[in-house]
């Protein structure tokens, strides 16, 4: 039993040292305000990459992806918020997407910024969108 039990604490020790090792690393961390001009990110296929966005969660604005069935790219992941001010509830924050590149080609993500309570949605709500040149 005592074999058993060393060999399983082995081998998780092994895969979490391997993970830890392993970790998937933003090619590109691009960070924008919401009235910055739209941009290109560049990667090359396998890497990682965020793309970070000032919100006004706590006033009921988040950013959402206009469309999400891309060729080139993956989202890895749900978004998540990041607190501009941990010490106060409702503070503004930034958004972060998470996205992986699949294989060369170009791919637009776009993005609106709105209340997603507010129907229908307004026609000047803000958005943006990033060319992602995968090389």
């Given at each position: 039993?005592?074999m058993?039990?060393?060999?399983?604490?082995t081998?998780?020790?092994?895969f979490?040292?391997?993970?830890?090792?392993h970790?998937?690393?933003?090619?590109?961390?691009?960070?924008?305000?919401?009235?910055?001009?739209d941009?290109?990110?560049?990667?090359?296929?396998?890497?990682?990459?965020?793309?970070?966005?000032?919100?006004?969660?706590?006033?009921?604005?988040?950013?959402?992806?206009?469309d999400?069935?891309?060729?080139?790219?993956?989202?890895?992941?749900?978004?998540n918020f990041?607190?501009?001010?941990?010490?106060?509830?409702?503070?503004?924050?930034?958004?972060?997407?998470?996205?992986?590149?699949?294989?060369?080609?170009?791919?637009?993500?776009?993005?609106?910024?709105?209340?997603?309570?507010?129907?229908?949605?307004?026609?000047?709500?803000?958005?943006?969108?990033?060319?992602?040149?995968?090389q």
């Open positions: 039993m005592r058993v039990i060393l060999f399983f604490a081998g998780c020790l092994m979490f040292a391997y993970c830890n090792n970790t998937a690393h933003p090619a590109t961390n691009m960070t924008t305000a919401t009235d910055a001009d941009s290109s990110i560049r990667v090359h296929p396998g890497e990682s990459f965020t793309i970070k966005l000032k919100a006004a969660v706590g006033n009921g604005f988040s950013w959402k992806l206009v999400s069935s891309f060729q080139y790219i993956r989202q890895t992941r749900k978004e990041e607190p501009g001010n941990e010490s106060i509830p409702g503070t503004d924050g930034t958004q972060v997407f998470y996205f992986k590149a699949m294989r060369p080609g170009k791919e637009i993500i776009r993005f609106i910024y709105l209340q997603p309570f507010i129907k229908p949605v307004p026609t000047s709500a803000p958005r943006k969108q990033f060319t992602i040149l995968i």
